[in-house]
């Protein structure tokens, strides 16, 4: 049995085209790239990494859900919902799991419709700006929140 923690990283719409969506604003890696980064990461620190994308709201709070009970954190990109969607927002406010969100580009320094985000009052932090990296950054923070070590 696996005894790991598991994470489960959440991936909204749109971001099944990374790689040739806008390149010059979200780069060139491709989805699958970062999901083998964050798998690998996730191995090294002691993670089981559930990585999933969809383009399809009732889905995305369909596995926020099941999260509750079978998962230790979420980890949530969720694309243009971020700042749409207040059902998403109350799927993880009812899932009682620390949760991190990550954005690829930094939203702060975008059109200003992108400067509110709906799921950040459930968040524990919010990581933006750093490309695929930010969900490497993300994994890291979620060991030491379900360890305790931080708060
Ligand atoms: C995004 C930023 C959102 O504003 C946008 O709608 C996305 C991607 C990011 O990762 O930078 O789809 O979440």
Same mark, same amino acid.
């Given at each position: 049995?696996?005894?790991?923690?598991?994470?489960?990283?959440?991936?909204?719409?749109?971001?099944?085209? *990374?790689?040739?969506?806008?390149? +010059?604003?979200? =780069?060139?890696?491709?989805?699958?790239? !970062?999901? $083998?980064? %964050?798998?690998?990461?996730?191995?090294?620190?002691?993670?089981?990494?559930?990585?999933?994308?969809?383009?399809?709201?009732?889905? *995305?709070?369909?596995?926020?859900? +099941?999260?509750? =009970?079978?998962?230790?954190?979420?980890? !949530?990109? $969720?694309? %243009?919902?971020?700042?749409?969607?207040?059902?998403?927002?109350?799927?993880?406010?009812?899932?009682?799991?620390?949760?991190?969100?990550?954005?690829?580009?930094?939203?702060?320094?975008?059109?200003?419709?992108?400067?509110?985000?709906?799921?950040?009052? %459930?968040?524990?932090?919010?990581?933006?700006?750093?490309?695929?990296?930010?969900?490497?950054?993300?994994?890291?923070?979620?060991?030491?929140?379900?360890?305790?070590?931080?708060?």
């Amino acid at each position: 049995m696996d005894s790991r923690p598991t994470i489960l990283v959440l991936n909204g719409p749109n971001l099944n085209m *990374l790689g040739v969506r806008q390149p +010059e604003i979200y =780069g060139r890696e491709t989805l699958g790239d !970062i999901e $083998a980064m %964050a798998r690998e990461r996730g191995a090294d620190i002691g993670l089981t990494v559930d990585f999933r994308q969809t383009n399809d709201e009732g889905e *995305l709070i369909e596995w926020i859900h +099941e999260a509750r =009970g079978t998962a230790e954190g979420i980890v !949530i990109n $969720a694309g %243009a919902l971020t700042h749409t969607s207040v059902a998403v927002l109350d799927a993880l406010l009812l899932c009682e799991l620390p949760v991190i969100e990550v954005h690829l580009s930094n939203i702060y320094a975008r059109e200003s419709f992108r400067h509110h985000s709906y799921i950040s009052p %459930a968040a524990r932090g919010v990581i933006c700006g750093f490309g695929g990296r930010g969900y490497l950054y993300a994994l890291d923070a979620m060991t030491r929140l379900i360890a305790g070590s931080e708060d």
